[in-house]
């Protein structure tokens, strides 16, 4: 039985790059921590952009193998140690799931069709059903690794995050505009209300025509 594990942001980010590097790069896979660093802290396709250092990614690293998700290997004639996840065994997943907790891990909250567009040569899903199979399988796992957030006003689709670290789910341009409208109809509400009353006070004072 798995056990309850809540990570760092850091170590989510580490993760997810080990994830997405093996099947984008696999001739560089394992990793050094040079081109870990460079991953984790790449401009594109990541959720928030984030600036880790050198002592980051160490301290990290030393966690994650403290914690079994990670091992390190030193090929035959090198002299710096590379890196490599071991979820397929820590948590027992690969393919289409691991595809889906890796862009989870790299770009935070997604629904299922932004899952499938965005995950290019990472893993090939075959349809938006084939991603929610994905999700779900993650999601009935003891502990859940996944889970399907509330979709939220203005939305098609409810959106996906990882539970390994508390995602912050920032509102969407739809919902906020929905929210917006909710409050000006709110107001105009009141005021209405306002001027119906001083109407009927004013015509309870006005005497009646003899």
Avoid at 105 to 114: D, I, K, N, V
Wanted: negative net charge.
């Amino acid at each position: 039985m798995m056990e309850t594990l809540t990570l760092a942001p850091e170590a989510v980010r580490v993760l997810g790059a080990l994830i997405e590097k093996q099947a984008l790069t696999p001739d560089s896979y394992p990793l050094t921590p040079n081109a870990l660093l460079a991953a984790c802290n790449q401009l594109t396709s990541r959720e928030p952009v984030m600036q880790l250092s050198e002592a980051d990614i160490s301290a990290t690293l030393d966690s994650l193998i403290s914690a079994k998700l990670v091992s390190e290997r030193l090929p035959a004639g090198s002299r710096v140690a590379k890196y490599e996840h071991r979820l397929n065994y820590a948590w027992n997943i690969d393919g289409a799931r691991l595809a889906a907790l890796g862009l989870l891990m790299l770009r935070g909250a997604q629904t299922a069709a932004e899952l499938r567009t965005r995950s290019g040569r990472l893993f090939s899903f075959g349809s938006v059903d084939e991603v929610d199979a994905a999700l779900n399988t993650l999601a009935d796992k003891y502990p859940p690794l996944v889970e399907k957030l509330a979709r939220q006003p203005g939305e098609r689709e409810a959106r996906w995050v990882h539970t390994l670290h508390p995602v912050s789910v920032p509102v969407t341009a739809a919902a906020s505009n929905d929210s917006a409208l909710a409050d000006r109809v709110s107001v105009l509400e009141d005021t209405v209300a306002a001027l119906l009353q001083r109407i009927n006070a004013l015509e309870s004072n006005t005497p009646s025509a003899g």
